[in-house]
């Protein structure tokens, strides 16, 4: 989890890394979240902007450490988003499953697609770009 810019990460447990093809995690989603304090009283529903987080830090995981870029851990960050759908709520109970796949990546960055799924089900989409920090 050392390629993670922002923690604590919302990622429990890496499944699969392929570093510069894809990662996949998992996240065990508790009522004791405490962004479900406010999302929603007497109804909590993760967060669109969490759901979409967790995807981005499973993306990092894919990103491969650059030799000789002189940095202990080259941490990509979220530089676009170009789409998001959230097709059904994630609730306490639930475990996430984020399935990231590097759809282009270069020096620079990557443009990646992911898929997160409760169960079979899946409840969000992305397709966003990760560039290295200046």
Do not use: Y
């Amino acid at each position: 989890m050392n390629n993670v810019i922002n923690l604590p990460p919302l990622v429990d447990r890496i499944v699969e890394t392929v570093p510069g093809v894809r990662a996949a995690g998992l996240k065990n989603v508790t009522v004791n979240e405490p962004f479900f304090a406010g999302h929603f009283p007497g109804r909590p529903i993760m967060p669109g902007v969490l759901i979409l987080e967790t995807m981005v830090q499973v993306a990092q995981l894919a990103f491969p450490p650059s030799p000789g870029s002189g940095r202990a851990v080259p941490v990509p960050a979220l530089t676009a988003i170009e789409t998001a759908r959230f097709r059904r709520p994630v609730v306490p109970g639930d475990q996430l499953r984020v399935e990231v796949e590097v759809l282009e990546g270069g020096k620079e960055g990557i443009r990646c697609l992911a898929l997160a799924f409760v169960g079979p089900e899946k409840c969000a989409e992305a397709t966003f770009s990760l560039g290295l920090n200046p």
